[in-house]
C-alpha cells in the first residue's frame, strides 16, 4: 500500500507531499527502532538484576557455609589451647612433658582454611561483563574476598609448610616416630620430648602461627563477612 502511494505521488509530480510522506514514514521507522532498543535493553536490564541476584544468593550460600566451618575450627583450637599451654608453661610450673601424652600431635595437626568461590567467581564475570557497574555492594564484595582470599592462603601456606618441617623434623629424630599416629604407644615414647628446648621452641612457633595468626584471621574473617551478609540482605529488602 504504502509503495503504490509513493508511486502516485511521483506520477503526479506531487514530490513535496511526497518528502513529506518519506518524512512520515523514516520517523516511523526511527520511532520503531528505538522503542525495539528500549525493550530490549530493559529485558537486557531485567535478566542482569536476575543474574546478580542469583550470584548474591551463592555468595550467601558460601558465606554461611565458610563460616559455619570457621566456628569448627575455632572451636578445635579453642580445645587444643590447653596443650600448647601445657609445654609452653611445663619448664616453668615444673611439670614433666610425660603428663600431657597428647601435647607433640600440637605439632602435626593443621587445620588450613578454604574460602568458597563459587558465587565469587560468578561475580567476577558479572563485572567483567557489566565493565560500567559501579554499584558498592559488588564493589565492597570483591575487595572482601580479594583480601581475604590472598591473606588466607598466606597463612594456610605457613601452617602446612611449618607442618611438613615438624613431620620431617620428628621422622629424622624422633626413635618412636612409626608409632606416633598408632593406637600403641611405647612406655617410653614420651622422653624424647622430656627437657626438649627445640620441641618447646617449635610449639612456641606453632602457638604464634596459630593464635596470633590463624586465629585472628578467622575471627576477622566471621566478622567481616557477617557485615557483607548483613549488606547483602538489605539489597534484597
Known amino acids: 500500500m504504502f509503495s503504490k502511494l509513493k508511486i502516485n505521488f511521483l506520477k503526479h509530480n506531487k514530490v513535496k507531499s511526497y518528502l513529506s510522506y518519506a518524512f512520515g514514514e523514516v520517523v516511523l521507522i526511527v520511532i520503531g527502532i528505538s522503542i525495539a532498543v528500549f525493550i530490549n535493553n530493559y529485558i537486557e536490564q531485567q535478566n542482569q538484576e536476575k543474574l546478580l541476584g542469583t550470584i548474591l544468593t551463592n555468595i550467601t550460600s558460601d558465606l554461611e557455609t565458610d563460616l559455619q566451618e ?123 620430648f622430656e627437657d626438649n628446648m627445640e620441641f618447646v621452641n617449635r610449639v612456641a612457633l606453632r602457638d604464634i602461627l596459630d593464635y596470633s595468626n590463624h586465629v585472628q584471621l578467622l575471627e576477622s574473617y566471621k566478622k567481616d563477612s557477617k557485615d557483607v551478609l548483613d549488606n547483602i540482605r538489605q539489597k534484597g529488602d
Open 70 to 192: 570457621v566456628d569448627i575450627i575455632l572451636d578445635n583450637y579453642k580445645q587444643m589451647e590447653p596443650l600448647f599451654d601445657f609445654v609452653l608453661d611445663s619448664l616453668d610450673a615444673g611439670k614433666s612433658i610425660k603428663e600431657c601424652p597428647n601435647c607433640p600431635s600440637v605439632l602435626t595437626s593443621a587445620i588450613p582454611f578454604s574460602i568458597r568461590t563459587r558465587g565469587y567467581q560468578q561475580l567476577v564475570n558479572y563485572k567483567e561483563y557489566n565493565l560500567q557497574n559501579t554499584d558498592s555492594l559488588i564493589f565492597s564484595i570483591s575487595n572482601f574476598y580479594s583480601s581475604y582470599l590472598k591473606l588466607t592462603q598466606i597463612v594456610n601456606d605457613m601452617i602446612l609448610e611449618d607442618t611438613n618441617d615438624n613431620l620431617n623434623y620428628l621422622k629424622v629424630n624422633y626413635p618412636y616416630f612409626k608409632d606416633m599416629f598408632s593406637t600403641d604407644s611405647h612406655p617410653n615414647r614420651m622422653d624424647f
